[in-house]
């Protein structure tokens, strides 16, 4: 009974065929070689392997019959290339073997017999009867390189696209981009052109354009990896946006196609994209695909700043759904997290903080026991030399109060002294924090120390000081107020203002004008009220001449503040003058203010961009001479900076109609008038308001209108005559009220 020897799944072992070569056992070789040639699972590189081995072992007749007996099974299967294969292998065995170069005819025959010409050209090599059967064949694949409706690539003439043969000539015709009809050799063609599979990218941007738009709106992925595929499957994001935009994606789409396309890119796990310039960032497919395990710690190890590598760390804790799943990769990050505290530990002992505390959350996370996380991070704080310095240079909030519980901690005597220290060497983001330990641990006296440092000390610490007054008119934190006295504390603020102003104006700028801005903004906000709220008669005078002599403050808040204080308390000033309206300002209610300059940053924000793309799109075109949308967007561009000029000059004008500064006696703007008009029994009413508030329908008018020009100053029973433009209408005054 023959042996039988293993065949499994769909390969055989070749390694019991080369073992019973190398021991020379050949009859059970032929009895093993005939069980795979009955099979169905052959491989035929694996069998060829052992052919050749016969060949080294001076086996070549055995090995040409081996061969031979492939053969008759390939034809049965139509598997020609695979017949080819074994041809050519027989060949270099025995060039004359008799009967080979009838098997090649035969073979190429049914390989290209879906092209017409096949026989012919066969014939035309005359392969059966030559002498030089090697040359004969490397001719006859030349002439099969290429077919109808192949895709070919010339370095000079572009894409193009095989349209037919002639055998005769021997020559085939191209429709390149740059040559229509072109006819090349066939047996130079496979020298002098690359043949592109359909779904090459160059043969699509010849064919299929709109197929590759569709990608560009659809699948971008797609596009990326075939564009990939031309590179070998590695480039860098230079040369992809190079090959991109010259003929798929239009130069000024690449940007926001990108910037979209990369966030895509980041969660496919056969792409891997490094960061970098788009000269040194590659993009290249992976071998296999990238587990999120191996991307978040590649992406760990690819960066270089240990903030950055906390900043990723975290972010995966925050997307983390499940723990246990999650653990190899934490207690890769342990590992990592565990090295740079050792790196860091005498050069940066606030980022060697920052690690051990993501330590403590990793152990946390794992549920295993913290090594020495806790303890360092507190061995560090109570030998450190400075504190507040060493809380400054931690980056992550969450973990500068964890610091400073941990100071309570280490140094139950001394911390509050420390958050003294720490709160004027910090940033906003702290301070509250801070002020709520003090107050909850009943520390007033730490409470008035940081007050009164802020407030003796406002010029040397604005952004605490601006801090510390809005708190105050919010009502809030009342512990820290306890001996500050409100007018005073809102003069200094005028008074800080005025400072940043004259030093703004000499030129020293740098972050001045966002503090500037910080004080009109709370100003704007709650200014007003407050200052109202603690007016008093000890006071009323100190704060007219801060407001009144202020450089840095708006107009409108100035008289907002000066109507009300003259209102209240005309002692101070002598007799009581009538409310006059300055020619030079514009009044408006608040409401109104806000609505123009709502249309003011409309027009900046909405219509200069929308015009510069317009002017943008005009450029484009070339010739500028004979551009006519080039010179529209110019013209409306010169109307806009016109128009953006009058509106910013109106709003710098603005005062705000405050409802202290109106009175029921005198009309003035914010008051609502009712009118006799002489020989009429009917009553007609008007309110008098600002330009930007007038509403028609509603008997809204512009104190600068006619009629409103007309009724300023007046009282009640005094009669008007007001010139219109229909002519003069006398009036009788009935009625006065305040609207605001």
């Known amino acids: 009974m023959p042996t039988e020897y293993p065949i499994n799944g769909n390969d055989f072992n070749t390694n019991e065929l080369i073992s019973l070569i190398n021991t020379e056992q050949y009859d059970k070789l032929e009895e093993a070689w005939l069980q795979i040639v009955e099979s169905n699972n052959k491989n035929l590189q694996e069998l060829l392997k052992v052919v050749d081995l016969l060949a080294k072992r001076e086996e070549k007749r055995r090995a040409h019959d081996f061969l031979m007996t492939l053969i008759p099974y390939y034809k049965q299967k139509s598997l020609y290339q ?24 035969e073979c190429y025959s049914s390989i290209y017999q879906n092209r017409p010409y096949a026989k012919v050209l066969v014939e035309k090599t005359g392969i059966e009867t030559t002498s030089d059967i090697h040359g004969t064949i490397k001719k006859l694949e030349k002439y099969f390189y290429l077919d109808s409706g192949d895709y070919v690539y010339h370095k000079s003439w572009g894409v193009g696209q095989v349209v037919s043969f002639d055998v005769e000539s021997e020559k085939l015709y191209i429709n390149f981009e740059k040559k229509s009809n072109h006819s090349i050799a066939m047996d130079i063609a496979p020298d002098i052109l690359q043949r592109l599979d359909k779904d090459d990218l160059l043969a699509m941007i010849y064919a299929q354009k709109d197929a590759l738009n569709k990608m560009m709106k659809d699948d971008p992925i797609g596009l990326i990896k075939l564009t990939l595929n031309y590179f070998k499957g590695k480039a860098s994001i230079s040369n992809i946006k190079n090959r991109l935009i010259s003929g798929v994606i239009p130069t000024e789409a690449w940007s926001k196609w990108w910037t979209n396309t990369k966030k895509l890119i980041k969660k496919d796990p056969y792409l891997k994209l490094t960061d970098g310039t788009p000269t040194t960032s590659f993009l290249e497919f992976r071998a296999s695909p990238m587990t999120h395990h191996q991307e978040i ?8 700043d240990t903030s950055k590598k906390i900043e990723t760390a975290k972010k995966y804790f925050s997307e983390m759904k499940n723990t246990e799943v999650c653990k190899e990769t934490l207690n890769e990050m342990e590992n990592l997290f565990t090295k740079e505290v050792d790196k860091l530990h005498e050069t940066n002992r606030s980022l060697a903080i ?147 102003y004259f030093k703004i104006q000499k030129g020293r700028d740098g972050d001045l004008k966002t503090v500037s801005n910080k004080i009109k903004n709370l100003l704007e906000d709650k200014g007003t009220d407050y200052a109202l709220g603690v007016l008093n008669d000890a006071n009323a005078e100190s704060i007219f001449d801060v407001v009144s002599s202020s450089k840095g403050l708006e107009d409108w808040f100035k008289v ?27 009044y408006a209610t608040k409401e109104g203010y806000e609505k123009k300059k709502g249309e003011f940053d409309h027009l900046m924000n909405v219509e200069f961009t929308e015009n510069a793309r317009d002017l943008g799109e005009a450029i484009s075109r070339g010739d500028l001479r004979e551009n006519a949308e080039y010179k529209a967007a110019r013209e409306k561009q010169a109307m806009l900076v016109e128009k953006a000029e009058r509106m910013k000059a109106e709003l710098q004008k603005a005062v705000i109609i405050e409802p202290h500064s109106v009175r029921s006696d005198i009309i003035s703007p914010g008051t609502k008038v009712t009118l006799k008009h ?63």
């Open 82 to 105: 695979n017949v080819l294969a074994v041809l050519k292998r027989l060949l270099e065995y025995n060039a004359k073997e008799k009967g080979l170069a009838k098997e090649f005819a």
């Open 297 to 304: 710690l590649e992406k760990l190890n690819r960066i270089k």
């Open 354 to 500: 920052e690690c051990l505390l993501l330590l403590k959350e990793i152990q946390d996370y794992i549920e295993k026991e913290p090594a020495k996380s806790g303890s360092n991070v507190e061995t560090y704080i109570s030998s450190a030399e400075n504190l507040s310095e060493l809380v400054d240079k931690i980056n992550i909030l969450e973990y500068k109060k964890q610091i400073l519980s941990l100071i309570k901690k280490v140094k139950p005597e001394k911390w509050p002294e420390e958050f003294i220290s720490i709160f004027f060497i910090t940033n906003a983001n702290l301070w509250e924090y801070i002020i709520k330990e003090l107050i909850a641990e009943n520390k007033q006296h730490t409470l008035e120390t940081i007050s009164h440092k802020i407030f003796n000390q406002f010029n040397a610490y604005p952004e605490h000081y601006i801090w510390f007054c809005k708190n105050n008119m919010n009502g809030r934190y009342t512990e820290l107020y306890r001996n500050i006295d409100p007018a005073t504390m809102f003069n200094q603020l005028i008074e800080l203002l005025n400072n940043l």
């Open 560 to 586: 907002s503040i000066e109507s009300v204080i003259k209102d209240r308390f005309p002692d101070i000033f002598g007799k009581t003058n009538l409310p006059t309206v300055d020619e030079n300002k514009i």
């Open 678 to 740: 002489k020989g009429k029994t009917e009553l007609e009413t008007y309110t008098l308001l600002g330009p930007w508030d007038v509403d028609i329908e509603k008997g809204i008018i512009s104190y600068l209108s006619p009629v409103g020009k007309g009724l300023l100053n007046r009282s009640v029973g005094e009669t008007v005559t007001i010139k219109l433009p229909d002519g003069e209408s006398t009036y009788e005054i009935v009625k006065i009220e305040k609207v605001l």
